[in-house]
């Protein structure tokens, strides 16, 4: 995945029909058959346009009875929009929530034990996202890691190995398929 989810996002957007959906879904929920009326398309094309939107998160549905009314999710779009002006400058870590250096060396002192174990695991968000990227530094991106090397390098940090991947993967840090795992850029982390 890695860069390849900003890619994925511009080329949803690389289409006119999905540009004029994204600008209708900016004046307030819309069901599919509204859609296709306001644009002069069969609901089909709408169909198909929906599900590439829906690939790249652009968009959130809510069922009502029998019709599902779709609605723009600002957040993906604005920070999607903004990562590709910060690849290579960590720029949506520092945009979603700004830490300082003495609070994160704060942070990390109070979880981590001097020989690198995590006491326990933060519940407080901005604590949680500061293990979190403490633990992921560790990790070499462009890699693709196999779940177990994953478990045996999480397992240093913690015995509850299985949740430290599942946050890691929640908060952006990592992206998995097939078992298989990858260091997200930092543009990528903390978007969840």
């Not at 609901?43 to 829906?54: C, G, S, V």
Request: glycine fraction near 6%; aromatic fraction near 8%.
């Amino acid at each position: 995945m890695q860069l390849n989810k900003i890619v994925e996002f511009h080329k949803a957007l690389g289409d006119l029909t999905r540009i004029r959906i994204i600008a209708l879904l900016q004046q307030g929920p819309l069901h599919g058959q509204a859609i296709a009326e306001k644009l002069g398309l069969k609901p089909p094309t709408i169909t198909h346009h929906m599900a590439k939107l829906r690939e790249v998160g652009l968009i959130k549905e809510k069922r009502d009875k029998n019709t599902i009314y779709f609605s723009l999710n600002n957040k993906v779009l604005e920070f999607s929009a903004k990562a590709i002006m910060t690849v290579g400058t960590g720029g949506a870590a520092s945009m979603e929530m700004s830490v300082t250096a003495e609070e994160r060396s704060a942070i990390i002192n109070n979880f981590f034990t001097k020989d690198g174990r995590l006491k326990n695991f933060p519940a407080q968000r901005k604590k949680k996202l500061v293990v979190l990227e403490h633990m992921a530094k560790g990790l070499k991106f462009g890699r693709v890691y196999q779940e177990k090397e994953i478990n045996e390098y999480l397992k240093q940090f913690h015995e509850d190995y299985a949740t430290l991947r599942r946050e890691l993967i929640m908060c952006q840090y990592m992206y998995r398929e097939n078992n298989q795992y990858e260091l997200n850029p930092v543009e990528l982390w903390w978007l969840s």
